[in-house]
Nanobody
Framework: QVQLVESGGGLVQAGGSLRLSCEAS????????MGWFRQAPGTEREFVAG????????YYEDSVKDRFTISRDNARNTVYLQMNNLKPEDTAVYYC????????????????????WGQGTQVTVSS
């Protein structure tokens, strides 16, 4: 059973940056699409960014486009989320997730399309 472990969250002032990491166990990380989601208190989990298995295509939620960058290092079984120019509204628990189907070309933003989730890492942006 694959496990995903996020790290890199913390407290940062508005305008600052953080880089989140998500390391996957197992040897098949490189064939699955990955995504980052976030959930603030009292809200539903929402899509932030996604990357297909090869790393050749990425996609973002509109509010983070041009501020956040998703990337992956398949040799390290790790997906990253570089977050720049952070805003108080970015405050949430951030989760990484893995699609269940290998070699997929589908760029899903829907949480139920992802089968495996990490435990989350808290990001707090102060104004």
């Amino acid at each position: 059973q694959v496990q995903l472990v996020e790290s890199g969250g913390g407290l940062v002032q508005a305008g600052g940056s953080l880089r989140l990491s998500c390391e996957a166990s197992g040897r098949t990380f490189s064939i699955y699409n990955m995504g980052w989601f976030r959930q603030a208190p009292g809200t539903e989990r929402e899509f932030v960014a996604g990357i297909i298995w090869s790393g050749s295509s990425t996609y973002y939620e509109d509010s983070v486009k041009d501020r956040f960058t998703i990337s992956r290092d398949n040799a390290r079984n790790t997906v990253y989320l570089q977050m720049n120019n952070l805003k108080p509204e970015d405050t949430a628990v951030y989760y990484c997730a893995r699609r269940p189907t290998p070699y997929s070309g589908n760029q899903s933003k829907i949480p139920r399309d992802y089968a495996t989730w990490g435990q989350g890492t808290q990001v707090t942006v102060s104004s």
